[in-house]
């Protein structure tokens, strides 16, 4: 991914202001910065669910990028469906039912939940479900704002261990210090005034640079 020169105003906000850089394949991005510095928007953006101000960003023509928002409640409104009918619209054409109910299973969801309206589920459980999406899509490249939101230390520990194993390219935003320091190859830290600071390294690193004891 190639970034160049991107901005993006809210009212009287300046949430990203003239950020540019290259993006490596393989690598890990933890997204950190303040509530309300520009995460989000730029997570976003790399998504292409918002559009910059001024400024371009161009993805390889061999990239599938997969996006998971920080509130993904508005994906689960069904009243007239169940779990195992929304995990279906995702799968692809070589996914049988038995790896539907394999997924579902992996991600805690016995038998007796398939029969559940999406709208019912608590916000770890929509987590949860989204995961399942991004998996059957096989996405070479995630884009997560803040994946670890309503999931308890087992669960979190559980999706630390797959994202581990993810062998494509990695954007997350996160305020869990551990989930950050056990992931990221790479650190941006958004600044106030929409700039983003690249650190070349571990979060370990990043916090040496800034002399912040963990």
Request: aromatic letters at 8%; hydrophobic letters at 35%.
């Amino acid at each position: 991914l190639k970034v160049a020169g991107i901005s993006k105003r809210f009212g009287g906000l300046q949430a990203l202001s003239d950020v540019g850089m290259t993006i490596e394949r393989g690598q890990v991005y933890g997204l950190i910065g303040p509530n309300g510095a520009g995460k989000t928007t730029l997570l976003r953006m790399l998504a292409n669910d918002l559009a910059p101000d001024r400024g371009t960003l161009k993805w390889s023509e061999n990239t599938d990028a997969g996006y998971m928002a920080q509130d993904v409640s508005d994906q689960f409104l069904q009243k007239d469906s169940n779990l195992f009918d929304w995990m279906t619209s995702y799968r692809q054409p070589t996914d049988d039912d038995q790896q539907i109910r394999s997924i579902l299973g992996r991600l805690l969801f016995s038998a007796d939940d398939l029969p559940k309206e999406p709208h019912v589920l608590s916000g770890g459980e929509k987590n949860r479900m989204s995961f399942g999406r991004l998996m059957l899509r096989r996405h070479n490249v995630l884009l997560m704002d803040e994946p670890t939101n309503h999931l308890d230390m087992e669960s979190i520990e559980s999706l630390q261990l797959a994202l581990d194993k993810f062998a494509g390219t990695l954007f997350f935003v996160s305020h869990d210090r551990e989930f950050v320091s056990t992931l990221a190859t790479r650190v941006w830290e958004i600044q106030a005034g929409g700039t983003v600071v690249d650190y070349r390294g571990s979060y370990e690193e990043y916090l040496a640079s800034r002399g912040i004891e963990d």
